[in-house]
């Protein structure tokens, strides 16, 4: 039987699960892993720092498409493609690059993970950038007077700049959060030759419009983006906070900031809908992937998402988070099959 067309998302305790299979993977995302797992068969694998909670066996994130894919490298970047998407990841270590005078190892490792993550989208031509995850070593840690965090929005400004892409409006659904110290900045992304609808949530401001206050360059994301493939309609929401217009709310309360972040992806979903059509995605339907700052509040964070989001799909990641103030973030997939549904 095959598969129906568009692409399809696996959360899955081993790598070689039955359900994956191998020639329509597309790229793989490991959470927390034993040991080195590197890249097999030519499948990209991206290697992510964040303990698995609870502690527990590690976590694949599987990616794949209805139809055979091929892969390749370029540069850093390792890929896997079919005619209309693309996965790639590329990890650099802070201790590998050469910092330009005034600039951070961090800053430094992003700026080249985004020029050779823009250069294959030009090379292998997928100009559209879909979604985007981010992984970097203490997020929260401040270093030459500024956030690490906010190095990293002004390398990754800069770089998409320099290569002539959106800075707001067409641009990707993203995440971008902490990983255990130590651990290489690691990126890895969904690219297509179709430009997807991106979204935005009316009870917040734009990220790529957050005022100074939150960093001298705003993050580079859309809250969403919905791709339309024949067969199939994905939606990928990035990852969504209790913020409200461009503040922090419920700051010290985790159950009040989970129901505040549970109301952004409603919001979000009445969006999707309206663009894909009546009721295209619900709540319930969604993978999601929970960071949790503090293991402690998995508990109350499990329970609180049991009640709003009924029988979901979840997986829990310990992380920091890109604002200091927040506790929990979540992201979150959708996928429509035309096949399914019929
Ligand atoms: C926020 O809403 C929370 O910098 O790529 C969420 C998703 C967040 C993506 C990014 C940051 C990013 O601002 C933080």
Redesign the pocket.
Known sequence: MRAPMGLHLAYVSRADDPAVRAAEVLGIASFDPPAAVGASNGIPMAQIHTPVLPRAAPVYEVWSAGSPAASGQRGRVHFRRTDEVLFGCIAIAEAEVDPAPGATALQAATAAAYAELCATLETEDYPHLLRVW?YLPDINRDSNGTERYRQF?AARQHALQAHGRALTGSVPA???LGAESASPLVVYFLAGRTAPHFIENPRQVS?YHYPPEYGTHS?V?SRAALLKQPGSTTLFI????S?VGHRSLHVGDTVAQTRETVSNIKALLAEANRRAGQRAFELSSLAYKVYVRRPADLPVIERTLAQELGPAQLLYLQAD???QDLLV?IEATGIQSLAKAA
């Open positions: 981010n929005n993203a995440s971008a990220a993050p994301f990035s990852g969504t906070a913020i988070i890109c604002r973030e």
